[in-house]
Nanobody, 118 residues
Framework: QVTLVESGGGLAQPGGSLRLSCRAS????????MSWARQAPGKEREFVAA????????DYADSAKGRFTISRDNRLNLVYLQMNDLKPEDTGTYYC???????????WGKGTLVTVSS
């Protein structure tokens, strides 16, 4: 059974930083492309960032480029999202997804809430 558990969300001020983590179990993590998605209040879920199985290829939504960094540790079954220069529009629930591009049928974590506010 695939399980993805996110952590690291919370309240941040505009311009601040947060680091999200996702611990994966029940899968061959080192062979899995992983991604982060988010859902802002009242909006659809959207792609944020992706990393390939080996960690050598990454991709970002335009809104995340230059501010967010996705990384992974295949020894520990962890994927991270370092978020810098946070903006109020980054507020939302962030999900870890076992996929290069998140789709509803993929494995999703339960999410961690990020609130960016002064």
């Amino acid at each position: 059974q695939v399980t993805l558990v996110e952590s690291g969300g919370g309240l941040a001020q505009p311009g601040g930083s947060l680091r999200l983590s996702c611990r994966a179990s029940g899968l061959t993590f080192s062979s899995a492309d992983m991604s982060w998605a988010r859902q802002a209040p009242g909006k659809e879920r959207e792609f944020v960032a992706a990393i390939n199985w080996k960690g050598g290829i990454t991709d970002y939504a335009d809104s995340a480029k230059g501010r967010f960094t996705i990384s992974r540790d295949n020894r520990l079954n962890l994927v991270y999202l370092q978020m810098n220069d946070l903006k109020p529009e980054d507020t939302g629930t962030y999900y870890c997804v076992k996929a290069w591009r998140p789709r509803p049928r993929d494995y999703w974590g339960k999410g961690t809430l990020v609130t960016v506010s002064s």
